[in-house]
């Protein structure tokens, strides 16, 4: 890929009503940075897609600020050092860095982690061996704490935090159930990542079905879907179940809540009569000090095929929009990335 | 008081639907029984009655057996021995039991505590020192892990576990605010228990005033009510709140759920974007074995004053049904006990 001239860049151009649509972004070109002293000028070359930056294009209260109208989407990125004029970075160094849906990005270092000039698979640094690896790994160990024998319910299982959390559990001795959407998501979540059984969740009898699948109850659900989902899992859950919740990406659409009954207070009455512990979390909020035990274990997991790990991959910036809005409809399989520009 | 010559006792005559009424209850008379070898014979002095005993009323799944129609009521007790055939006890001990509604009941030591000969306060073992007292300690202290200067919302504020939350709370420095019926109970809470505040739930601004009362929000939120007080307290919850779910007394009557919206997805959102961890818990299921650590400190908090504690003592078994009552509606004002016989 030849070099650009002109940065190209992607903006909220206005706030989505229920499922973003391609016209609330706007493709801009802006020149390309110069460093000045202490910053770095970096390329990116992947760029992470996550349900996360639904919330982001909301001015509705959530963990983190909204992206401005005009402003640049945010984004986990992989990219390289073009030219440093900071100490600890030098040309062609790989970088993991926050620097959103752009080509090019000054940085002072801060947040930037740098993988070295040969990192083995530099894009994983954005999905099993990243954020998404370390929600599931922290979220179903801490909070989760799944044993030998135990049920492990996942939504989303084919997803880069829901494939890491099943396959986390089948190494604890857990019997894993997956619910993805469709018959090959399902079929890979067993035949590839040796769930114990895996329902698509767009079956009318899906509730039915994961009662089948589940005869001993659920222990531990990781929720990070919500919906439809989480309503089949409720009556399932044994005295002493946890749940992590660390996404509802089912709804970051809505705009309204749904009709009633209003089910909060059944809700609450189950998780006393059934004494469950339900715990949201942020996961570097919350655990960015535990972040080396994560990368170790993973690391070695991954290196040893013990995790397997599939990515999406898609070419070019000006895809990101209608790439993130089928990221949002369950149309990916696997970690969700944009190649941005070349890797070398 | 003389002794008896039959056995009172009250049995579930009928399910109520809704609130209970008297004639969900029947007194009966039975032989008063002997005791065979390896067994005690009891006689009740002290019925302790607490909200968990609607659920019992019910055959809706809970976490404990309903009582079967024509069965006795359950209830924790404290009484003496009046004969023994069991090598542990001797006439005239006392003991915390769990004989239920009955004026005698036979024992053979299992689940029975001996209180000695001449416990200081054989009553308190129903209360601050016993299952409500226990509860307030756990939860509040394991689950809500209160920190010096964070606020401390308890609704049933002057209830048996309430008033021991917030005088806890108070010991480990929070911002104590309580929530109670009527503005005795709240001046009582003040003024007697070292509240920072308590508010009347019966007023219709109490929203407005819980905001009022809370302007840093809410870090731990000891539930024991559910209902409107929960309503109110949800939308001040700060980013890593905890909530232990120890009771929704204001949902024990209800015969179905609310109308809508439904909530459910709001609250499930809540836990996720602030990072709440909201968890149920069945005192002695989940605690039992951290009995002694609780009763070391709180027997010493309750010598040395640092803990007041207040009873509401009704004389006569045959009162009990209407006490239970009055309970679930909120109409005592203290720990409610039932004295069944007399204390010598």
């Given at each position: 890929?030849?070099?650009?001239t002109t940065?190209?860049r ?5 706030r989505?009503q229920g499922?973003p649509?391609p ?5 801009e070109?802006?020149p390309?940075p ?7 000028l ?5 760029l992470?897609?996550d ?8 001015d509705?209260?959530s ?6 109208i005009?402003?640049l ?9 073009l030219s ?8 062609g160094?790989w970088v993991?860095s ?10 002072d270092?801060?947040g930037?982690t740098?993988?070295?000039q040969?990192p ?5 640094a954005?999905g099993?061996?990243g954020?998404?690896g370390?929600t599931?790994?922290?979220?179903l160990?801490?909070?989760g704490q799944?044993k030998a024998?135990?049920?492990?319910v ?5 997803g880069p ?5 099943g ?5 604890k001795g857990?019997r894993v159930?997956g619910?993805?959407?469709?018959e090959?998501?399902?079929r890979y979540?067993?035949?590839e990542?040796?769930?114990?059984a895996c329902?698509?969740?767009?079956a009318p009898?899906?509730?039915e ?7 001993a109850?659920?222990?531990v659900?990781?929720?990070?879907v919500g919906g439809?989902?989480f ?7 044994n005295?002493?179940?946890?749940v992590p919740?660390?996404?509802?990406v089912?709804?970051?659409n809505?705009t ?5 009954p209003?089910?909060l207070?059944?809700?609450m009455?189950t998780?006393l009569k ?6 949201g979390?942020?996961i ?6 535990r ?5 170790q ?5 991954v290196?040893d095929?013990?995790i397997?790990y599939?990515?999406e991959m898609?070419d070019?910036l000006?895809q990101?929009p209608?790439?993130l ?8 399989f696997?970690k969700?990335v944009?190649r941005?520009?070349?890797?070398d």
């Open positions: 890929m030849s070099q650009s940065n190209s992607i903006v909220l151009a206005s989505p499922e649509t016209d609330n972004f706007r493709l070109q802006a390309i110069e460093p000045a002293q202490g910053q770095v970096l390329r990116t070359v992947f992470s897609l349900p996360y930056m639904r919330g982001r294009m909301s509705a209260p963990y983190a600020p909204p992206v401005q005009g402003e989407m945010v984004g986990g990125t992989v990219g390289r050092v440093s004029k900071h100490p600890d970075y030098r040309e160094d993991l926050y620097s959103g849906w752009q080509q090019y990005a000054l940085s270092g801060t930037l740098n993988l070295g040969t083995a698979a530099p894009s994983y954005l099993v061996l954020m998404p370390f599931a790994y922290m979220g160990l801490d909070i799944p024998g135990e049920t492990l996942v939504a989303a299982a084919t935090v829901g494939a890491t959390v396959q986390i559990g089948k190494l857990c159930v619910v993805a959407g469709g090959e998501k399902c979540a067993v035949e990542l040796g769930f114990d329902l698509d969740h767009r009898d899906v509730a079905q994961l009662a089948k699948a589940c005869p109850g659920i222990d659900y990781f929720e990070n439809k989902v309503d089949a899992v409720l009556p399932l859950l005295t002493g179940a946890r919740v660390c996404g509802l089912s709804q970051y809505a309204e809540l749904p009709a009633g209003d089910r207070p059944l809700l009455g998780l059934k004494r469950i512990r339900m715990q979390f942020i570097f909020d919350d655990y960015g000090h972040f080396g035990e994560f990368w274990d993973m690391s070695r997991w290196g095929g013990s397997k599939r990515e898609i070019g000006e990101a209608a790439a809005i089928g990221l949002l409809k369950g149309e990916n696997g969700l944009i941005v520009g070349a890797d």
